[in-house]
């Protein structure tokens, strides 16, 4: 299984008294997402299941890529590693339990603290930028599952 982690461009800072789920993309954010989008679109299989996170930014995000999605609280800002995990049924003993990619839209840091659960990484050496793709790939080996980075993508370099 591939797992691809998009974490929301860039967005407008937080105004006192504002909702955070309501937060915008900024002009840059949407050139960062309409970039990213273009190429994941070109990379992703047909069949990607991609699942966002109801904060108005990370849906500004999913929508540049021009696919079908679901919005899911696990993925939100209070959303958790383990419950986003536990919602594509990936364990760190047994890996995914399917074949095909899944994109996740969100948030730091919970995007980043997959990656190093997955990556066996110390949580704060995977801080993923705004509007960057971080490609995770699993297979099992002697009944062993093996995760690697596949790539690691930020608008800038698009």
Same mark, same amino acid.
């Given at each position: 299984?591939d797992l691809?982690?998009?974490?929301? =461009?860039?967005?407008?800072e937080?105004?006192?008294?504002?909702?955070d789920?309501?937060?915008?993309?900024?002009?840059?954010?949407e050139?960062q997402?309409?970039?990213?989008?273009?190429?994941?679109d070109?990379?992703?299989?047909?069949?990607?299941?991609?699942?966002?996170?109801?904060?108005?930014? =990370?849906?500004?995000?999913?929508?540049?890529?021009?696919?079908k999605?679901?919005?899911?609280?696990?993925?939100?800002?209070?959303?958790?590693a383990?419950?986003a995990?536990a919602?594509i049924?990936?364990?760190?003993?047994?890996?995914?339990?399917?074949?095909?990619a899944?994109?996740?839209?969100?948030?730091?840091?919970?995007?980043?603290?997959?990656?190093?659960?997955?990556?066996?990484?110390?949580?704060?050496?995977?801080d993923?930028?705004?509007?960057?793709?971080?490609w995770?790939?699993?297979?099992q080996?002697?009944?062993?599952?093996?995760?690697?980075?596949?790539?690691?993508?930020?608008?800038?370099?698009?």
């Open positions: 299984m691809i982690l998009w974490r929301h =461009a860039q967005a407008h937080a105004e006192p008294g504002c909702d789920l309501s937060r915008a993309l900024t002009a840059k954010g050139g997402a309409a970039r990213v989008g273009k190429w994941l070109r990379q992703l299989p047909e069949s990607t299941r991609v699942l966002v996170s109801p904060a108005r930014r =990370a849906e500004q995000t999913a929508r540049a890529l021009g696919r999605f679901k919005f899911r609280d696990e993925l939100g800002t209070e959303g958790s383990e419950e995990l919602y049924k990936w364990t760190t003993e047994n890996g995914p339990p399917h074949k095909g899944v994109l996740l839209v969100g948030h730091q840091p919970m995007l980043g603290q997959i990656a190093a659960r997955l990556l066996n990484m110390n949580e704060a050496a995977c993923i930028r705004k509007g960057a793709v971080w995770l790939r699993s297979r080996r002697d009944d062993v599952v093996q995760v690697s980075l596949l790539t690691v993508i930020s608008p800038e370099l698009i």
